[in-house]
C-alpha cells in the first residue's frame, strides 16, 4: 500500500468533510446528550457517515472504531480511528476550534494521520516513514530544553472525577513551574499544536482512542514524544496521554508519576 498516495486521499476527504461542517448551523434543539456532559449533533453523525463511506472504499477491508459508532465493523489488519468532529462541545457553544480526526492503524501501529483544523484551514498530516506537515510545510516540536519554559495544553476533567485530586495536583505544579497552562477542548487540536511547536507539551486523562489516535502518530513523525502516564505505551486505549518534545519528557514524566502515585 502506498501510504503517502492514501495519506493526500484522505487530506481531500478530511478537508471535504471540514467545509461539510463549517457550513452547517444547529439549534440548541439539535444537540444530543450522550451522557454527562457528552454530546452530538447531526453535524458529528452525518460527518461520521461521510468519512465511513469514503475511507471504506481507499481500503475496502478495513475497520474503524469512531466515535459515533456508525460502523462496528473491525478488521484484522488495517482499522481506521477516527472522530469526525473533535471538540463538539466548541462547535455547539460557537467557540472556533475544532477538527476532523483520522488515524490508520495496521495491526497494534498507527501508520497515518490526518487532522483538520476546520476555522484556521489547518491540515496536519505525517504517514509511516514521513515527515510531518502542516499545509505541505514540514513541522517539528520544540526545542525548548526545560519545563519552566515551556507552554503546556491540557484538557480538564468533563465526566471522569476519580482523579481529579491528582490531575489539580499537577495542575497546580505545573503553574508555579512551567510558562503557563492553555484548556483549548479539543485533544486533537492539542496534539497538532504540539507537532507543529505551538505547544510544548499536552496531557490529559479520560480520552478515547478516537481523540488520539492521528495526533499521537503525528506528534512523533514530528520527533515528538507520546506514552501513557506511567511512561509506557498504552496511550491509544489506556486513556491517559502524555505527549512533549524529547528535552522535557522525563521532567514532566516525572511530575506526572508524583501527583498521579504511579
Ligand atoms: P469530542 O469533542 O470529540 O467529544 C478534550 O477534553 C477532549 O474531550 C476533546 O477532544 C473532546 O472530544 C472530548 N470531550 C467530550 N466532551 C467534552 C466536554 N464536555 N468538554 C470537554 N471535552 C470534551
Ligand atoms: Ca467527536
Redesign the pocket.
Known sequence: MNLEHLCQQVNTLAKEVGAFIKSQTIAASDVETKSK????TFV?KTAEAKLVARLSELIPDSGFIA?EGTSEKICEVYNWII?????????IHGVPC?CV?IGLKRNNDLVLGVIYEINLDELFYAWEGSKAYLNGKEIHVTPTPTLEDSLIAT?????DYDKQDEYMNLFKDLMRNSRGLR????????LAYVACGRFDAFY?Y???P??VAAGAFIVQQAGGKVCDFKGENNYLFGKEIITCNPHIHQELLAKVKLHFNY
Do not use: C
Not at 472522530?83 to 462547535?91: A, R
Not at 484538557?155 to 465526566?159: A, I
Not at 484548556?183 to 486533537?188: I, W
Open positions: 456532559n457528552s454530546l452530538v458529528d466515535e472522530d469526525p468532529l473533535d471538540g463538539t462541545t466548541n462547535f475544532f480526526s484538557g480538564f476533567p468533563y465526566y484548556r483549548l477542548g479539543s485533544a486533537a487540536v492539542d490529559e479520560s480520552l478515547h478516537w481523540d
